[in-house]
């Protein structure tokens, strides 16, 4: 018997992305399966935009934005489905990921999570899978990433841009740590279904379009430069070990605390917020 899944879509701020988003799983996907989005507290009124496009769709509307594991786990509380799909908003869907990643999760019995291909836009595939953070990893990542090859690979993680898992599972392990606002949650997520012995996979297809990959994060705002680093701390302080964290204290103050001196008054307050971070950890 297959299994139904349940797909989680939250949104803050932008009712098109989302609206486009479940238009085109709709259309490609007719086998069992519920679809819940989660408002994460929009003041722009894309949940009643949204509730006007779709009122027949689950809505949630939540009462703060508490970030992605916050919203994410709103949805999932409230899934039926023997899996659960975590999908961000600005995707297409272009075929049917509902069969596929069912099927895959028969086939896989030990498989506790599964991500999808991503690709961009023009067609080029995004990198959504890795290993582990360590000083070296998150190196090797940025330079060598892991790229799809056309068979199941078995990895440490997934990104939670699309990412597949078994409800028994997220539930066991406690959920998303609502801890972390944006970034390595997702991570973090995998790295604990991992400590139970459970198998991550990232898979050839089915392929989603991924409007929103690919970017690093000194190319973001400051605000979420900052967020970015102050996730990555604490993972370190929950996974790594005493060595990792120096190390990567280390790293930290001696890029940042140059910034603080290069003269560029927006690039030293960021600085400055990322350097107090670091001396906290």
């Not at 964290?245 to 103050?253: A, D, I, K």
Request: aromatic share 8%; hydrophobic share 40%; net charge neutral.
């Amino acid at each position: 018997m297959a299994n139904m899944i349940s797909i989680v879509m939250l949104q803050h701020n932008s009712a098109r992305l989302t609206i486009e988003a479940v238009a085109s799983i709709q259309e490609h996907n007719a086998a069992d399966y519920e679809l819940i989005v989660v408002d994460n507290a929009s003041t722009d009124g894309s949940a009643n935009a949204f509730r006007i496009a779709f009122p027949k769709i689950h809505l949630i509307e939540a009462n703060m934005n508490g970030g992605y594991g916050y919203g994410n786990n709103l949805g999932a509380r409230v899934a039926k489905g023997e899996i659960v799909l975590f999908v961000n908003n600005d995707v297409i869907c272009q075929e049917d990921i509902v069969t596929t990643l069912s099927a895959h999760f028969e086939k896989h019995p030990h498989c506790a999570v599964a991500g999808p291909r991503l690709q961009s836009k023009d067609g080029s595939t995004q990198s959504s899978a890795g290993w582990f953070p360590s000083i070296w990893n998150e190196w090797r990542t940025k330079r060598q990433p892991l790229v799809e090859t056309g068979h199941v690979r078995a990895v440490d993680w997934v990104t939670g841009a699309a990412l597949a898992i078994r409800k028994e599972v997220f539930d066991t392990v406690g959920g998303f740590d609502e801890s972390y606002f944006m970034y390595f949650d997702d991570i973090d997520l995998c790295k604990r279904v991992h400590n139970l012995g459970w198998t991550i996979h990232a898979l050839p297809n089915p392929t989603i379009v991924h409007f929103g990959g690919g970017s690093q994060p000194g190319g973001l705002s400051p605000r979420i430069q900052v967020e970015y680093r102050r996730s990555q701390l604490r993972y370190y302080s929950q996974h790594c070990s005493r060595t990792q964290r120096t190390m990567l204290r280390v790293y930290l103050g001696k890029k940042y605390g140059q910034q603080v001196m290069s003269g560029n008054t927006n690039i030293a307050l960021t600085a400055r917020e990322i350097m107090r971070l670091v001396k906290d950890s």
